[in-house]
């Protein structure tokens, strides 16, 4: 089981702590980057693994896949696209929530894949990301023998 550490140890919930935590980093990205700029840690990601493969599934809405450049070193996964501006109108914006421009997104993978074999697709605005493990990251049988 996974510990963390509670940002505001003084509320009387957890639940109370994450939504704190959550609007405080909001409020941090809003000064730091700008009423329009898209939150840190874009897209969005899922990453689990079955097991011969990790899976990233990112959120990428309105982009194509000549918007996107997916690599992976190591056990590093970088997504780096580009959301276009919608295109010019004499409409006046009351909130404008999704970012434009270029974004880059770097994860440490908890082991190393063969780059050969990474495969990505989008479908639905959402990028699936299927990541063989390197060989030697792979669990192996070993065969017991008596002495």
Known sequence: MMMT?????????????????R???E????VQRGPIMRPLGFPALNI??????????????GLTMDDIEVF??????TIKG???????????????ERGTGEFTRVVTLPVDVDPDKVEATLK???????????????ARKIAVRTA
């Open 5 to 21: 550490r509670r940002l505001f140890p003084f509320l009387p919930t957890a639940a109370l702590d994450r939504d704190l935590g």
């Open 23 to 25: 609007a405080v980093e």
């Open 27 to 30: 409020l941090f990205n809003l």
């Open 48 to 61: 689990w693994e079955d097991g011969q493969s990790l899976m990233a599934e990112a959120e990428v809405p």
């Open 72 to 77: 992976v070193v190591g056990n590093e996964l």
């Open 82 to 96: 580009n959301r276009r501006p919608p295109a010019e109108t004499k409409a006046t914006y009351h909130r404008q």
């Open 124 to 138: 639905n605005g959402v990028l699936l990301i299927t990541m063989p493990k390197a060989e030697q990251a792979r």
